[in-house]
Nanobody, 123 residues
């Protein structure tokens, strides 16, 4: 029902910033809770931040105070503003959607996924 396409990844020095975008197809975008996950080589996919269908936000402790999630339902897009980036933030970042109110941390709870965008932070 919905397709997701991430963009905005790239190479940045430690302390720098990037803004990721996730563009969604489908006419019921506002009915979905959205999340950002990341996966580094050799590690499991981990929850970064999520936003509910009504705008409530939930952050992993590792990014709290540095990352900000927002959504623009008129544009069918969710954003991830990343500031004060660290080398340990290096990973492939994935956008995900679920047709429910809650914003869980478990990736198995999400119904739709983008293909990911690479973020690399150099020291």
């Amino acid at each position: 029902q919905v397709q997701l396409v991430e963009s905005g990844g790239g190479l940045v020095q430690a302390g720098g910033s990037l803004r990721l975008s996730c563009a969604a197809s489908g006419r019921t975008f506002s009915s979905y809770s959205m999340g950002w996950f990341r996966q580094a080589p050799g590690k499991e996919r981990e929850f970064v931040v999520g936003i509910s269908r009504r705008g409530g936000t939930y952050y992993a402790d590792s990014v709290k105070g540095r990352f900000t999630i927002s959504r623009d339902n008129a544009k069918n897009t969710v954003y991830l503003q990343m500031n004060s980036l660290k080398p340990e933030d290096t990973a492939v970042y994935y956008c995900a959607a679920r047709g429910a109110t809650a914003v869980p941390m478990d990736p198995v709870e999400y119904d739709y996924w983008g293909q990911g965008t690479q973020v690399t932070v150099s020291s």
